[in-house]
Nanobody, 121 residues
Framework: QVQLVESGGGLVHPGGSLSLSCVAS????????MGWYRQAPGKQRELVAQ???????NYADSVKARFTISRDNGQNLVYLQMNSLKPEDTAVYYC???????????????WGQGTQVTVSS
């Protein structure tokens, strides 16, 4: 069984910073791409940033130059550093990972439970 657990959300003023982290645990053989998605009230879930096992990154245009994704392959961790936050960044942020479980040869997508980020004055 595989589990993703996010932490680090909260309330921040516009222009402020927050750092999110997500750890994958359980019967894991390998993790490919890890990423962060977000869903604001009344909107569809959208990609924020992704990072491959080799470190290649991809960002939504709306967060480029403000957010930075990174990972620690040895600890099965992915981070999202969010700077210059805006009210429109308010959403529930979800961790996602493509994981091969022990004993399997196939990647499966897994989601965390989500963490709330609120940007408000």
């Amino acid at each position: 069984q595989v589990q993703l657990v996010e932490s680090g959300g909260g309330l921040v003023h516009p222009g402020g910073s927050l750092s999110l982290s997500c750890v994958a645990s359980g019967s894991i053989f390998s993790i490919n791409t890890m990423g962060w998605y977000r869903q604001a009230p009344g909107k569809q879930r959208e990609l924020v940033a992704q990072i491959t096992r080799g470190g290649s990154t991809n960002y939504a245009d709306s967060v480029k130059a403000r957010f930075t994704i990174s990972r620690d392959n040895g600890q099965n961790l992915v981070y999202l550093q969010m700077n210059s936050l805006k009210p429109e960044d308010t959403a529930v942020y979800y961790c996602n990972a493509e994981i091969i479980p022990l004993g399997s040869g196939t990647y499966y997508g897994h989601w965390g439970q989500g963490t709330q980020v609120t940007v408000s004055s």
